[in-house]
């Protein structure tokens, strides 16, 4: 390699490691057995600068397949526009009390896709009218910084800009959020351990052979 190839590649790694953000992991678990957990939303929100705006066109999905909600839960940043596609081949009847978005999607067929924008940070707990059983979670953000843990506990929270943070771990069964203040800097990737102690799982599940007249 020429010396001056070999200057500007460690130029640009060097350039590189100078924006180079920390990349916070988080790892999730309970407190009694120590068993991974899944589904809790992580995210910071910057303390002392603002947040890069929303994406403006962020759409995700939520469906509805086997008359429940996949997936049970779901994070955005404020602004996104979630589909509701119904992909039973019954109707669905979904709806929200939750302060921060109430809706409602009245009967609606198989194959069709309803659509809602989510403009106010906060917990939105969605039911079916139909399906009791059915229940999903949407955490709507004010920042683009968040992940969900996956079946081994764990989260990546995508590049910080070098800041403080407040870090919040979110799960539909603790008894309160979980938030911790950090500092983020290129030098610094730490892995940050929570444990919780997890209700009960109150969710009612149907039976898989059970009538179709009970639903
Ligand atoms: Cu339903």
Redesign the pocket.
């Known amino acids: 390699m020429r010396p001056h190839a070999t200057f500007l590649l460690l130029a640009g790694l060097l350039g590189l490691a100078a924006h180079a953000a920390d990349s916070v992991k988080v790892i999730v678990r309970t407190t009694l057995d120590g068993k991974p957990v899944a589904d809790a939303v992580v995210s910071a929100t910057p303390l002392d600068h603002a947040a890069p705006p929303s994406a403006p066109h962020e759409t995700v999905q939520i469906e509805?397949k086997d008359?429940e909600f996949r997936p049970y839960v779901t994070a955005v940043q404020v602004g996104a526009t979630v589909n509701f596609p119904n992909h039973d081949t019954v109707q669905?009847?979904i709806y929200s009390l939750s302060k921060p978005k109430r809706f409602e999607i009245p009967l609606y067929q198989a194959g069709a896709s309803e659509s809602v924008v989510f403009d106010t940070p906060g917990i939105i707990t969605i039911g079916?009218n139909?399906?009791d059983w059915?229940v999903a979670y949407i955490v709507v953000l004010p920042t683009p910084f968040f992940a969900k843990t996956d079946a081994t506990g764990a989260a990546a929270l995508p590049p910080l800009p070098a800041g403080r943070y407040r870090l919040e771990v979110w799960h539909p069964r603790a008894p309160a959020p979980m938030v911790q203040e950090i500092q983020s800097a290129p030098e610094n990737t730490p892995v940050l351990e929570f444990s919780v102690a997890l209700k009960p799982d109150k969710r009612i599940r149907r039976a898989p052979s059970g009538k179709p007249s009970d639903y």
Do not use: V
């Open positions: 509805q008359q669905h009847h079916c139909i399906h059915m």
